[in-house]
């Protein structure tokens, strides 16, 4: 650049004519100035300054025929690269075009600079073609305008460059916006040669000669003197913040990364609640999943628009000082909101002078950067007030957003509300979002949602340690709001942020410019653009409107709706343009995903429908306002002191117990086969006894079902390990709002995925612990639940008693069953539910129905269950046979799954589904898609198999949501179970009632629900009897909702039922001395579990690199129940200690693995003198293999968790020998602190960073005693020093079992290279190898699968303890 600039003063001499020599100097000064994007509209006046620009070598150029479009897109540019783009146009209505965009640059303060050509002054009103008077042609949306001469050489050219410097200033200076230089030329306006004199070029021989620009322009720092003035104002603004209660962070528009920053760093410091506007950023945040705190430390409330559309929130809210940063706010009800809390403190803080007030609310303008004024607060502390509203807050937030969620997920079709809950999942780090007006941004702003992320790589973690989240950058034309040049200016945007940019627009929108099309295809640096086009033929904003109401349809369609049926498919086309249209939610999601990977610019056309997208919206805001209203009732309920914590977590579990209860059967359960030769029939299972520290007691019922993936060993393994993690652990109050709030706090509180908790398990624990938050409150179950507030006269009816549906084994004749439906009937049942397909042959299944209905007629609810044990054909026989018996439904009517809907369509036959929900645990949503066919009448839900209260309250939801009945149905509890299962049926009615008044439906009858069980009952858990009965003034058998109450509430426990009482065991902690050759060893044990006999099953746990015995003992406590436990912490690590011998004394000691497996070895032999199981953990686990390969005399089977046999290449070996040498170096130099927090930024580490109690995890590291022994470990024990156990894999005898995690992809890749090793022997007897080694994926987590998940790792040890103890007994010589 500065040899083209030195050589400037010959090519100007040798320009042609003057006209050229001053267009040669704007184009010039521009590139000066670091305005090097122009676009060009054709036209033959501003020639000069087209060609002077195209030929200009650091001039990038792109043209379009409409100056609207070419305008707007100059503006986009601007928007992405925060520098100003120059436009170029003809005379004219050329320039009037530059109009709108002009309007909306001014009103959003984007820089643009204009050079507009024009006629000379003695052609204006004389009727020249295109001469129109251009002099302040923009009036007051331009910050300067100045009117060049036409070029002469009587003007010094040096004005020309201070006009433009001058230009540039006033445009990138606050207030920021569009500028306008007018530029008449007279003709030559080609290169035709016409003498001029150079002496106009006089005085610009140093700025030929540099590359700077003529004048510049110096913003001098405020004295110290201004600095005081300004603390001295801002004093006032300081103690409004330091006196606030209940503050708010309303953050409008953000630009950039730093001001981005700035504003989370102000967030976590005043700790307010923040609502961020969509064009924030922060709106679609991505967090990042290693650091899952950032939701914690700042409370971000996403849907308080909807929030607000409550009225007792809104009169609840009430903030007393405000701070927006930014300037305007897409959501009108959060705008409504700020004038509502009015008199209250606004502060607004803009870098612009202009008053954007349109309440006329604020009380304090502060005009500034956002980094200068975060940079002010931040020297000021601000106190923390009002945690119980925060937390209140965070619920209703929470709350909300479940709703919505639930609500867009159930709808199946693709409504606009889903193409904006989704849209961000297609948006990474390197993309960009430019969403229209109208619907479009209110959609996105209303609907969008964050995410939490894993694929984020080490520098992502070290860079946003501080805030560990991705700004999705958002842009959108909201200084004047128009659906005008919205392609353009996405397209420049693009051009302008270097990103791939999706663009979201409404169908309106794009036509009303697809001229901005054109400029797609011209070459330019860019990365390819995403349209996303909702198409819902109109304006469909108008039908949102109060207008809609009150206008007739004709005028609608023509005058707002401007309804159209024009192709955007062939308009795409015509331009060149790929196209897809989509109408299904899987075509949206395929069509986005493909995109990505694309390359191309494409537009993605969703098909909409204007009357369906106003009733879809309708129904989510009453749904949202009925959410809101519900959270505040239940949480209002709550005697919640103002200090709480911002969890609500205000009550400590002091201990949980369980006890083994045994009850007695009148007759076999029909789930399960009868045994003719048995007489005696029991029902075991577990009561729950929770204990809170005020003295409170909540029960709950653990009963599973053998016939389903656990039994009560599982159960009870499950329960020990929640003995441990239960005491001390803080119950939340948002527990009883559902939706959720248990698989968070199961998370987020005890460390385990929610889903990884047999179902009875969970539902046993979450019914505990409502009971318990009910006791405390001196509320009842149903009440915490749905509070009586919400329920009115008419609703509450429904609410007192629930009725049941009587349950029968039809396995005796048909005349028989039929007398007993008779007998049911007569004692005052409406509805009767028989089992079938018990007989090999269905038509005698038939027969009973036939009968059954003859004798009760038509008025009695028949529903049969088939329990899935019926082919396609017989189901359909059974089903041509019983057509006119007028059933309810028949309740899993086929063995696959994947014929119910064939079944439904082909026999006619309502159907219900049980079994098929049983595994919809972890996204039941997503999985119950294809069930909501019409055929499909009920879902029959057993809270104790589909994972308790949570699951079965989503599930129900989804039932009613789609019109179906939501189907309680007990498995077989006691009468502490039921009462549960009453209440919560109670409940579902209340919801279903309610769901019924928003959708405008019909309110049904109630539901019978399936809890006929207790006739099955012939002793009880309960010393009160369960109240279900004949109800004198219904007529009908129902329960009653107070007498189950009651029960919960007053529960005496019939100790004649209870087999065994059970709490947590306690850890016994010792040492062992252990004599090697060279040293001692003082070994640090803990164990748990009785010691039985000589030939015990001992469990020896060992940890890995940096963790001590400690870390096993949950996992120790699960197990104890099938062997006595031991975990030790290794040489060198924690308590454990080493001494050399006397005669030794400065001999260094060595702990490599043989070394170390020798000391293990000799511990075994004092421990036991027969076999034991290892279970090993990454370093660990190398050692238990070595052991296992070398010491089968002591070791009856090896568990090896995220370990390797070790490196088979030398050179690796030295590599890595190396690498841990120089590791242990720095551990010893530079402290355990310092060596920890560069380990856990470790790719091996990334699914464990995101664990809630990472922290925690971490914090225990730093328990070592003698960091020196740690370093040695870490350096002797090196997978470099170790030799490689490949070959030796191949002759191993020793029982593996080889667990990883899912996300482990190194080590997932070990494990599978180690089974085939261990299946193929020498001798190649595969058949027999396979015998010894299993392997098992641990799914939800990463390398640290014991701490990560360690549920499922509980269950595969013990499984693993079993099978090796069969082979033992079945091999008595294998025990030594």
């Not at 500028?179 to 003709?187: D, S």
């Not at 904006?420 to 109208?438: D, K, P, Q, Y």
């Not at 219900?912 to 919809?920: R, Y």
């Not at 400065?1146 to 000391?1159: G, P, R």
Request: hydrophobic letters at 40%; glycine letters at 6%.
């Amino acid at each position: 650049m500065l040899d083209n600039a030195i050589g400037m003063n010959y090519s100007l001499g040798d320009h042609v004519n003057i006209n050229a020599v001053w267009a040669s100097l704007l184009i010039e000064e521009c590139s000066r100035l670091g305005l090097t994007y122009f676009c060009i509209a054709p036209g033959s006046r501003s020639s000069p300054l087209a060609v002077a620009a195209s030929t200009h070598p650091l001039i990038t150029c792109i043209a379009c025929y409409d100056e609207r479009s070419l305008a707007f897109h100059a503006l986009g540019y601007a928007r992405g690269s925060h520098r100003p783009a120059v436009i170029i146009t003809s005379s004219g209505t050329a320039v009037s075009n530059l109009l709108p965009a002009v309007v909306e640059a001014s009103q959003d303060f984007v820089p643009v600079l204009l050079l507009t050509a024009d006629r000379p002054p003695e052609l204006q009103d004389a009727g020249a073609n295109q001469a129109i008077n251009q002099v302040n042609h923009f009036g007051s949306f331009v910050r300067f305008f100045f009117s060049l001469p036409a070029p002469t050489d009587q003007i010094p050219a040096r004005m020309i460059l201070t006009t433009l410097d001058s230009a540039v200033h006033w445009a990138t200076s606050s207030p920021y916006g569009p500028v306008h230089i007018n530029c008449p030329f007279r003709e030559p306006l080609d290169n035709s040669p016409k003498h001029w004199m150079s002496s106009c070029l006089k005085g610009l021989d140093i700025w030929t000669s540099s590359i700077e620009p003529f004048t510049k322009y110096i913003q001098v720092q405020h004295s110290h003197a201004c600095k005081s003035y300004t603390y001295c104002q801002m004093a006032e603004v300081l103690e409004l913040v330091q006196g606030v209660n209940k503050g708010l962070l309303l953050v409008g528009a953000v630009h950039n990364e730093d001001e981005i920053w700035a504003v989370l760093h102000l967030a976590r410091h005043i700790r307010w609640p923040v609502v961020a506007d969509i064009l924030s950023g922060l709106r679609l945040r991505k967090l990042l999943a290693s650091f899952p705190e950032t939701e914690q430390n700042i409370l971000f409330l996403d849907h308080l628009d909807h929030a607000l559309l409550s009225e007792s929130v809104k009169d609840w809210i009430q903030f007393d000082v405000i701070i927006q940063i930014g300037s305007r706010i897409t959501s009108k009800r959060i705008s409504q909101m700020i004038e509502e809390c009015f008199p209250c403190t606004y502060i607004l803080v803009d870098n612009h002078p202009c008053r954007h007030d349109p309440s006329h609310s604020v009380t304090h303008r502060i005009q500034s950067t956002i980094v200068q004024f975060v940079d002010f607060l931040l020297k000021v502390q601000v106190p923390h007030r009002s945690s119980k509203w925060c937390s209140f807050l965070r619920a209703l937030d929470m709350m909300v957003a479940s709703e919505i969620s639930f609500q867009i997920c159930a709808d199946y079709s693709l409504t606009e509300p889903h193409v904006a809950h989704e849209l961000s999942r297609a948006l990474t780090s390197n993309s960009a979002l430019f969403v229209g007006n109208s619907m479009a941004i209110r959609d996105v702003d209303m609907y969008g949602r964050n995410w939490t992320t894993c694929t984020h790589t080490v520098p992502d973690i070290m860079l946003n340690s501080e805030f560990p989240l991705q700004w999705i950058r958002v842009a959108g034309n909201r200084g004047a709001s128009g659906i005008d040049g919205l392609l353009s200016t996405a397209i420049g945007f693009a051009v302008g942020c270097n990103k791939h940019v999706l663009c979201v627009v409404g169908d309106i929108s794009f036509l009303h410019d697809t001229n901005g099309l054109a400029i797609l295809k011209q070459r330019m640096k860019r990365k390819p653009i995403l349209m996303l086009v909702i198409n819902n033929h109109g304006g469909a904003i108008f039908s949102l409107l109060p207008i809609a109401d009150r206008t007739e349809p004709r005028i609608l369609d023509q005058y707002f709706y401007t309804t159209h049926n024009i192709s955007i498919q062939n308009l795409c086309l015509a331009h060149g343009l790929n196209h897809v249209q989509v109408k299904t939610k899987v075509e949206l999601e395929e069509a986005l995903s493909m995109s990505q990977h694309l390359g191309t610019d494409r537009v993605i056309e969703v098909e909409s429908c204007i009357d369906a997208n106003a009733t879809f919206h309708s129904m989510l805001r009453k749904f949202a306002r009925q959410s809101a209203d519900h959270t505040l009732n239940v949480l209002s309920q709550f005697s919640v002191p103002d200090t709480i914590s911002c969890s609500l977590s205000i009550c400590k579990i002091c201990r949980m117990e369980y006890s083994l209860y045994r009850i007695q059967l009148c007759a076999p359960p029909t789930s399960s086969y009868i045994d003719h030769n048995r007489s005696r029939f029991c029902r075991e299972g577990f009561i729950l006894s929770l204990y809170l520290e005020d003295g409170s007691v909540g029960y709950g019922e653990v009963a599973p079902l053998e016939i389903h993936k656990e039994n009560l060993l599982d159960a009870e393994e499950q329960l020990r390990f929640l003995l441990h993690f239960m005491t001390g652990a803080k119950i939340s109050y948002f527990l009883p709002l559902l939706k959720g709030s248990f698989s968070s706090w199961i998370w987020s509180t005890l460390g385990i995925p929610a889903c990884e908790i047999f179902p009875s398990v969970r539902c046993g624990l979450e019914m505990a612990i409502l009971n318990a938050i009910a006791v405390k409150h001196g509320s009842s179950f149903l009440n915490i639940l749905y509070p009586l507030t919400e329920i009115d006269e008419e609703i509450s009816k429904r609410s007192t008693s629930i009725k049941i549906c009587a349950l029968i084994d039809s396995n005796k004749s048909p005349v028989e069953v039929a007398s007993i439906a008779t007998t049911l009937v007569e004692e005052g049942f409406t509805a009767i539910k028989l089992k079938v397909a018990r007989r090999a042959d269905p038509i005698k299944d038939a027969e009973v129905i036939q009968e059954v209905r003859k004798k009760v007629g038509h008025r009695i609810e028949l529903r049969v269950d088939a329990n899935r044990n019926w082919t396609y054909q017989e189901a359909l026989e059974f089903g041509f046979l019983i057509k006119d018996c007028d059933l309810q439904y028949i309740e899993e009517p086929v063995q696959n799954e994947e014929d119910i809907i064939k079944y439904c369509e082909e026999s006619g036959l309502p159907v219900a589904l049980d079994e098929t929900i049983d595994k919809f645990q972890k996204d039941p949503l997503n999985m119950l898609e294809k069930y909501a066919h019409p055929g499909i009448v009920a879902i029959v839900i057993k809270p104790s198999v589909i994972g308790g209260f949570e699951n079965a309250g989503l599930i129900a939801r989804w039932a009613q949501r789609h019109g179906k009945m939501a189907v309680v149905s007990a498995a077989f509890e006691s009468g502490l179970g039921l009462s549960a299962y009453i209440i919560f049926s109670s409940y579902l009615e209340l919801q279903n009632a309610y769901l019924c008044k928003v959708m405008n439906r019909e309110l049904c009858p109630p539901v019978a629900q399936g809890l006929g069980t207790y006739q099955w009952l012939k002793e009880d858990v309960t010393t009160d009897p369960i109240s279900i009965c004949h109800n004198s003034y219904s007529g009908f058998v129902e329960a009653s909702v107070a007498k189950a109450t009651h029960i919960l509430q007053n529960l005496q426990i019939n100790n004649d039922v209870i087999c065994k009482t059970s709490m947590e065991e306690q850890v016994l902690r010792y040492q062992l001395n252990v004599n090697s050759k060279d040293f001692c060893s003082f070994i640090k044990v803990q164990e748990i579990g009785q010691r039985i006999d000589i030939q015990e099953n001992i469990l020896l746990f060992l940890h890995g690199f940096l963790g001590t015995g400690e870390e096993w003992i949950p996992i120790m406590k699960a197990v104890s129940g099938s062997a006595r436990c031991i975990s030790i912490d290794l040489p060198g690590h924690g308590g454990s200690k080493m001494q050399n011998h006397v005669a030794k004394a400065t001999q260094e000691i060595t702990l490599s693995i043989d070394v170390v497996a020798d000391v293990l070895y000799k511990l075994i032999e004092q421990i036991t003198p027969g076999k034991v199981t290892l279970v090993g953990y990454s370093m660990g686990a190398r050692i238990a293999l070595y052991m296992a390969l070398r010491f089968s005399d002591k070791i009856k089977g090896t568990v090896i968790i995220s370990g390797s046999p070790g490196l088979q290449d030398n050179i690796a070996r030295k590599i890595r020998r190396a690498e841990d040498d120089s590791r242990a170096c720095s551990l010893v130099t530079h402290g355990l602190q310092v060596f920890l927090d560069t380990w856990y930024t470790g790719e091996l580490w990334e699914s464990l960073r995101s664990h809630p109690h990472f922290n925690r995890i971490v914090a225990s590291r730093l328990l070592h005693e003698d960091v020196q022994s740690l370093s040695k470990a870490l350096s002797d024990l090196s997978v470099g020093r170790q030799p490689p156990l490949w070959e030796d894999l191949k002759l191993c005898s020793t029982p593996l079992l080889i667990v990883v995690g899912e996300r482990d992809k190194k080590f997932k890749s070990i494990a599978e290279k180690m089974c085939y090793e261990l299946s193929h022997d020498e001798k190649g007897s595969d058949d027999l190898r396979n015998e010894i080694y299993e392997m098992v994926e641990i799914p939800n987590c990463g390398h640290a699968v014991h701490l990560e998940n360690p549920l499922p790792v509980i269950r595969a040890v013990r499984q693993f303890l079993t099978r090796v103890n069969q082979n033992s007994t079945s091999n008595p010589e294998s025990n030594g």
